[in-house]
Protein backbone atom coordinates (compact mmCIF):
# COMPACT_ATOMS: atom_id res chain seq x y z
CA UNK A 1 0.00 0.00 0.00
CA UNK A 2 0.92 3.28 -0.21
CA UNK A 3 0.03 7.19 0.24
CA UNK A 4 1.53 10.72 -0.31
CA UNK A 5 2.42 13.01 2.32
CA UNK A 6 -0.66 15.45 2.95
CA UNK A 7 -3.17 12.64 1.88
CA UNK A 8 -5.18 10.46 4.09
CA UNK A 9 -4.88 6.68 2.83
CA UNK A 10 -8.01 4.97 1.56
CA UNK A 11 -9.81 2.12 3.31
CA UNK A 12 -8.66 -1.63 3.06
CA UNK A 13 -12.33 -3.29 3.41
CA UNK A 14 -12.87 -7.09 2.24
CA UNK A 15 -10.24 -7.18 -0.41
CA UNK A 16 -10.55 -3.83 -1.66
CA UNK A 17 -7.06 -2.44 -2.13
CA UNK A 18 -6.33 0.69 -0.20
CA UNK A 19 -5.92 3.88 -2.38
CA UNK A 20 -2.28 4.73 -3.40
CA UNK A 21 -1.13 7.57 -4.94
CA UNK A 22 1.73 8.62 -6.30
CA UNK A 23 4.54 9.68 -4.83
CA UNK A 24 5.96 13.50 -5.50
CA UNK A 25 8.85 13.76 -3.16
CA UNK A 26 12.12 14.75 -5.14
CA UNK A 27 14.10 13.47 -1.69
CA UNK A 28 17.23 11.47 -2.83
CA UNK A 29 17.49 8.65 -0.81
CA UNK A 30 21.05 7.05 0.54
CA UNK A 31 22.27 10.54 0.75
CA UNK A 32 26.00 10.38 2.40
CA UNK A 33 27.44 12.21 5.15
CA UNK A 34 27.49 12.17 9.17
CA UNK A 35 23.18 12.78 9.50
CA UNK A 36 22.82 9.39 6.97
CA UNK A 37 22.46 6.97 10.16
CA UNK A 38 19.91 9.03 11.53
CA UNK A 39 17.72 8.94 8.88
CA UNK A 40 14.53 6.42 8.74
CA UNK A 41 14.81 3.76 6.86
CA UNK A 42 13.42 3.39 3.62
CA UNK A 43 10.16 1.61 3.40
CA UNK A 44 9.39 1.57 0.36
CA UNK A 45 12.65 -0.63 -0.05
CA UNK A 46 11.62 -2.82 3.15
CA UNK A 47 8.20 -3.34 1.54
CA UNK A 48 9.66 -4.36 -2.03
CA UNK A 49 12.10 -6.73 -0.12
CA UNK A 50 9.10 -8.29 1.44
CA UNK A 51 7.13 -8.69 -1.58
CA UNK A 52 10.27 -10.22 -2.89
CA UNK A 53 10.79 -12.98 -0.95
CA UNK A 54 7.59 -13.99 -0.64
CA UNK A 55 6.61 -13.71 -4.46
CA UNK A 56 9.94 -15.56 -4.91
CA UNK A 57 9.15 -18.43 -2.33
CA UNK A 58 5.38 -19.02 -3.81
CA UNK A 59 7.11 -19.14 -7.45
CA UNK A 60 9.63 -22.04 -6.11
CA UNK A 61 6.69 -24.04 -4.70
CA UNK A 62 4.44 -23.50 -8.22
CA UNK A 63 1.85 -21.91 -6.52
CA UNK A 64 -0.97 -20.19 -8.08
CA UNK A 65 -0.92 -16.24 -7.29
CA UNK A 66 -0.77 -12.57 -8.39
CA UNK A 67 0.74 -9.54 -6.63
CA UNK A 68 -1.67 -7.00 -6.06
CA UNK A 69 -2.15 -3.51 -3.97
CA UNK A 70 0.08 -0.79 -4.13
CA UNK A 71 3.13 -2.76 -5.02
CA UNK A 72 1.12 -4.18 -8.12
CA UNK A 73 0.69 -0.18 -8.90
CA UNK A 74 4.70 0.17 -8.14
CA UNK A 75 5.51 -2.94 -10.66
CA UNK A 76 3.51 -1.56 -13.54
CA UNK A 77 5.42 1.57 -13.48
CA UNK A 78 3.31 3.87 -11.06
CA UNK A 79 5.93 6.03 -8.84
CA UNK A 80 4.96 5.55 -4.99
CA UNK A 81 6.21 5.96 -1.64
CA UNK A 82 5.10 2.39 -0.26
CA UNK A 83 3.87 3.02 3.36
CA UNK A 84 1.62 -0.07 4.21
CA UNK A 85 1.92 -3.78 3.50
CA UNK A 86 1.97 -6.24 0.36
CA UNK A 87 -0.68 -8.02 -0.86
CA UNK A 88 -0.82 -11.25 -2.72
CA UNK A 89 -4.30 -12.28 -4.37
CA UNK A 90 -4.10 -16.31 -4.17
CA UNK A 91 -7.29 -19.26 -4.21
CA UNK A 92 -8.66 -19.73 -0.90
CA UNK A 93 -8.07 -23.65 -1.33
CA UNK A 94 -4.38 -22.92 -1.75
CA UNK A 95 -4.52 -20.96 1.40
CA UNK A 96 -3.00 -24.36 3.81
CA UNK A 97 -0.30 -25.22 0.94
CA UNK A 98 0.27 -21.64 0.63
CA UNK A 99 0.91 -21.05 4.75
CA UNK A 100 3.25 -24.41 4.85
CA UNK A 101 5.52 -23.19 2.52
CA UNK A 102 6.16 -20.04 4.07
CA UNK A 103 6.21 -21.53 6.91
CA UNK A 104 8.82 -23.52 6.16
CA UNK A 105 11.02 -20.57 5.01
CA UNK A 106 10.43 -19.41 8.57
CA UNK A 107 8.05 -16.56 7.89
CA UNK A 108 5.08 -16.30 10.27
CA UNK A 109 1.66 -17.00 9.38
CA UNK A 110 -1.43 -16.84 10.91
CA UNK A 111 -5.14 -16.18 10.76
CA UNK A 112 -7.13 -13.22 11.33
CA UNK A 113 -10.55 -12.70 12.53
CA UNK A 114 -11.64 -11.92 8.81
CA UNK A 115 -12.78 -15.21 6.83
CA UNK A 116 -11.26 -13.76 3.67
CA UNK A 117 -7.34 -13.86 4.03
CA UNK A 118 -4.38 -14.92 6.19
CA UNK A 119 -1.51 -12.53 6.95
CA UNK A 120 1.62 -13.32 7.15
CA UNK A 121 5.08 -11.22 8.44
CA UNK A 122 8.15 -10.78 6.39
CA UNK A 123 10.96 -8.98 7.54
CA UNK A 124 9.33 -7.23 9.74
CA UNK A 125 6.48 -6.38 6.83
CA UNK A 126 3.23 -6.99 6.74
CA UNK A 127 1.66 -9.34 4.34
CA UNK A 128 -1.83 -10.02 2.90
CA UNK A 129 -2.76 -13.15 1.11
CA UNK A 130 -6.41 -12.30 0.36
CA UNK A 131 -9.05 -14.88 -1.40
CA UNK A 132 -11.47 -12.45 -2.35
CA UNK A 133 -10.86 -8.78 -4.33
CA UNK A 134 -13.45 -5.82 -3.86
CA UNK A 135 -16.16 -7.84 -2.84
CA UNK A 136 -15.45 -10.51 -5.55
CA UNK A 137 -13.44 -14.66 -4.98
CA UNK A 138 -10.33 -14.71 -6.27
CA UNK A 139 -10.51 -17.03 -9.05
CA UNK A 140 -8.54 -18.83 -11.92
CA UNK A 141 -9.34 -16.37 -14.30
CA UNK A 142 -8.00 -13.25 -12.23
CA UNK A 143 -4.77 -15.03 -11.74
CA UNK A 144 -5.03 -15.82 -15.71
CA UNK A 145 -5.39 -12.10 -16.49
CA UNK A 146 -2.18 -11.11 -14.33
CA UNK A 147 1.16 -10.19 -15.92
CA UNK A 148 4.52 -11.32 -15.67
CA UNK A 149 6.64 -7.65 -14.57
CA UNK A 150 9.32 -7.40 -12.16
CA UNK A 151 9.29 -6.15 -8.85
CA UNK A 152 11.99 -4.96 -8.10
CA UNK A 153 14.79 -7.11 -10.05
CA UNK A 154 12.39 -10.37 -9.33
CA UNK A 155 10.20 -11.26 -11.77
CA UNK A 156 6.83 -12.19 -11.00
CA UNK A 157 2.66 -12.42 -11.53
CA UNK A 158 1.38 -8.70 -11.17
CA UNK A 159 -2.63 -8.40 -11.14
CA UNK A 160 -3.84 -6.54 -14.30
CA UNK A 161 -4.05 -2.65 -14.25
CA UNK A 162 -8.00 -3.12 -15.50
CA UNK A 163 -8.28 -6.00 -12.28
CA UNK A 164 -6.32 -3.46 -10.18
CA UNK A 165 -8.49 -0.06 -10.93
CA UNK A 166 -11.47 -2.19 -10.79
CA UNK A 167 -10.78 -2.68 -6.61
CA UNK A 168 -10.50 0.85 -6.48
CA UNK A 169 -13.76 1.24 -7.95
CA UNK A 170 -15.44 -1.18 -5.85
CA UNK A 171 -14.12 0.24 -2.88
CA UNK A 172 -16.70 4.10 -3.41
CA UNK A 173 -19.78 4.42 -1.48
CA UNK A 174 -21.19 7.03 0.10
CA UNK A 175 -19.10 6.32 3.27
CA UNK A 176 -15.70 6.14 1.19
CA UNK A 177 -15.40 8.45 -2.08
CA UNK A 178 -12.15 9.59 -2.09
CA UNK A 179 -11.62 10.39 -5.91
CA UNK A 180 -8.47 12.43 -5.28
CA UNK A 181 -6.30 9.25 -4.07
CA UNK A 182 -7.27 7.41 -7.29
CA UNK A 183 -7.15 9.60 -10.39
CA UNK A 184 -3.73 9.69 -10.40
CA UNK A 185 -3.25 5.65 -10.71
CA UNK A 186 -6.51 6.12 -13.68
CA UNK A 187 -4.15 8.45 -15.09
CA UNK A 188 -1.08 7.30 -15.40
CA UNK A 189 -2.34 3.16 -15.88
CA UNK A 190 -5.01 4.79 -18.52
CA UNK A 191 -3.23 2.88 -21.30
CA UNK A 192 -3.18 -0.50 -19.64
CA UNK A 193 -6.66 0.03 -18.62
CA UNK A 194 -10.36 -1.72 -20.45
CA UNK A 195 -12.52 1.46 -19.46
CA UNK A 196 -15.34 -0.40 -21.47
CA UNK A 197 -15.02 -3.31 -19.10
CA UNK A 198 -14.84 -1.18 -16.39
CA UNK A 199 -17.69 0.95 -17.53
CA UNK A 200 -20.07 -2.40 -18.00
CA UNK A 201 -19.23 -3.28 -14.04
CA UNK A 202 -19.60 -0.11 -12.94
CA UNK A 203 -20.77 2.35 -14.91
CA UNK A 204 -24.43 2.31 -13.59
CA UNK A 205 -23.34 2.66 -9.91
CA UNK A 206 -23.57 6.61 -8.17
CA UNK A 207 -20.27 6.75 -7.30
CA UNK A 208 -17.81 4.11 -9.94
CA UNK A 209 -20.45 5.82 -12.49
CA UNK A 210 -19.28 9.37 -11.10
CA UNK A 211 -15.76 8.87 -11.14
CA UNK A 212 -15.48 7.23 -14.59
CA UNK A 213 -17.11 10.53 -15.46
CA UNK A 214 -15.00 12.51 -13.56
CA UNK A 215 -12.05 10.80 -15.95
CA UNK A 216 -14.20 11.88 -19.00
CA UNK A 217 -14.45 15.34 -17.88
CA UNK A 218 -10.97 15.46 -17.13
CA UNK A 219 -9.77 13.74 -20.35
CA UNK A 220 -8.38 11.10 -18.61
CA UNK A 221 -9.97 8.90 -20.76
CA UNK A 222 -12.68 8.93 -23.71
CA UNK A 223 -15.77 9.93 -23.32
CA UNK A 224 -18.16 6.45 -23.62
CA UNK A 225 -19.55 7.16 -26.93
CA UNK A 226 -16.81 7.67 -28.65
CA UNK A 227 -14.59 5.22 -26.27
CA UNK A 228 -15.30 2.48 -28.78
CA UNK A 229 -12.99 -0.83 -28.73
CA UNK A 230 -9.93 1.00 -27.32
CA UNK A 231 -8.70 0.91 -23.66
CA UNK A 232 -7.96 4.10 -23.43
CA UNK A 233 -8.74 7.73 -24.57
CA UNK A 234 -8.25 11.21 -23.68
CA UNK A 235 -4.99 13.22 -24.43
CA UNK A 236 -1.39 12.62 -23.17
Known amino acids: MAELQGVEPGVVE ?10 HSVVERGAAGPEAADLPPDRTQAILDAAKQVGSLL ?20 PLALRHDV ?16 KQAGIEVYEPPEDWLIKAVCRGEAVDLIFELAWRPVDTELLDRATGLSVDS ?12 GSLLAAFSEHHCDFGAVLPLARLLREKVDWAELRARFGAE ?6 LFLLERLDV ?12 GGTP
Open 221 to 232: IAPAKAAGTGSA
Open 87 to 102: DFCILREDADSVAGTL
Open 206 to 211: PMPGAF
Open 154 to 165: VHMPVIAATDLI
Open 59 to 78: KAANHRFALAGGVAAYAHGV
Open 14 to 23: RGVVEHSVVD
